[in-house]
């Protein structure tokens, strides 16, 4: 029986995926849910496909494990004893998905502290999830390395101190660069992260729908409260963005701080101070530029956040933009439940111009981030013949 079932549901994505594809290259066009009924299912067979694939039908073993190499990696193996877990946990809307209408990801530029020490561990880990998926994205870091996309802050150092030459003379850099692009090219937002932060970019482009790029915001929501520091300044406490959670900034606040930047952090703040969110803030804060709040900005990982804000706060947000702490297992659980989770959505929903935008970029990452592996990875040295014995 489960074989059968296992099958209809297999044949059913096959038969709802080649419709797509047909009419696509056919007719230029996404066909209708009644032209896909009418070349597949029954459409209530297809809505019981439809639900969670990860929450639903747990007794269902869709996917047997070989009987010759058993693993706990297998999909359900590891959906019973990782993913599931989340299904309790953060909230999980399974329709109505709104596309964001004035910024897509090609706008956003992540800009990830990092250091040598989690190259091959934190970082690599958020290269081979979400980031996978963006286009644009810096690695600060004091270090080179040829498999991530490293912006050398010489100098900087690679300690927590370091933070505060990464961030303040990793922006000159990344501003100039972004001088040499054609104005079109551009980015219209950064997002400050550290390289264990796990990000949910559809969501996330939500929080910036009604703001001006040309105009100078800091967008944030995991707030803290903090007395400023530094030479000849007022030490007035602030509300700043923390950088675990991270925060936005808009392209014209990034040119504005240009001539701030080199002295803040080689006269002003202390050279002792680790704290560069604190110190971004309060330089955001002495030049007058406003700082804006916005839902969905976690600092910790989902347990952690439910325990530490309760199912009600944890919840109220339907759309987290993110959680931190993430450790590199962790991050690839998420991306897999998550990927999973806005898939579902948008079949639920019966999107399927974003069923196949979604589709494709996943599948196009995939095969990017394969041929990266392949240049990468040093596989163990082959064993000698094993010998029959006489």
């Known amino acids: 029986m489960r074989c059968i079932i296992a099958s209809v549901k297999y044949a059913c994505g096959l038969s709802i995926l080649f419709v797509i594809w047909f009419f696509i290259s056919k007719f230029n066009r996404v066909p209708s849910s009644k032209e896909i009924i009418s070349f597949s299912v029954d459409k209530n067979v297809f ?11 747990i007794d269902i073993n869709r996917f047997p494990e070989s009987s010759s190499t058993p693993s706990n990696d297998s999909f359900d193996s590891f959906r019973r004893s990782t993913l599931g877990k989340y299904c309790e946990i953060v909230p999980m809307p399974r329709a109505n998905w709104t596309k964001p209408q004035r910024y897509t990801e090609t706008d956003i530029a992540f800009v990830i502290f990092t250091a040598s020490k989690f190259f091959h561990n934190r970082a690599t880990a958020m290269r081979d999830t979400w980031l996978s998926r963006i ?33 303040f003379y990793g922006l000159q850099m990344i501003y100039k660069q972004q001088m040499t692009m054609p104005i079109e090219k551009r980015q219209k937002w950064f997002y400050i992260i550290g390289c264990d932060t796990f990000i949910l970019p559809h969501h996330l482009l939500k929080r910036i ?6 105009q100078p915001y800091l967008v944030g929501g995991n707030s803290g ?12 406490t602030i509300e700043y963005p923390s950088g675990g959670a991270g925060f936005f900034f808009s392209m014209k606040l990034l040119e504005n701080l240009q001539p701030h930047l080199s002295d803040y952090v080689e006269n002003i703040w202390p050279i002792d101070n680790e704290i560069s969110d604190v110190a971004f803030g309060c330089l955001v804060k002495e030049l007058g530029y406003p700082y804006i709040r916005q839902p969905g900005f976690w600092p910790l990982p989902p347990k952690g956040t439910l325990e530490d804000k309760g199912r009600v706060n944890l919840h109220a947000e339907p759309e987290p933009n ?7 297992d962790e991050m690839y659980a998420l991306d897999e439940f998550y990927a999973n989770e806005h898939f579902d959505r948008l079949v639920n929903d019966e999107n399927w111009r974003e069923v196949v935008k979604f589709s494709r970029r996943f599948m196009a990452s995939h095969y990017v981030l ?6 990468e990875c040093t596989l163990p040295p082959i064993g000698p013949e094993v010998k029959a014995k006489r």
Do not use: W
């Not at 809505?47 to 039908?57: H, L």
């Not at 010489?154 to 990464?166: F, V, W």
């Not at 993110?322 to 590199?328: K, L, R, W």
């Not at 394969?370 to 240049?375: A, M, S, Y």
């Open 47 to 57: 809505k019981k496909v439809a639900g969670s694939f990860i929450c639903d039908d």
């Open 135 to 167: 286009s644009n994205y810096y690695y600060l870091s004091a270090t080179p390395y040829p498999y991530l996309p490293v912006t050398v802050v010489p100098g900087a150092g690679e300690d927590r101190l370091s933070n505060m030459k990464k961030l």
């Open 209 to 214: 729908e009604n703001l001006d790029y040309n």
């Open 225 to 236: 409260r903090y007395q400023c520091l530094g030479k000849n300044r007022p030490h007035e």
């Open 322 to 328: 993110n959680f931190h702490y993430i450790q590199p």
């Open 370 to 375: 394969l041929r990266k592996k392949r240049k």
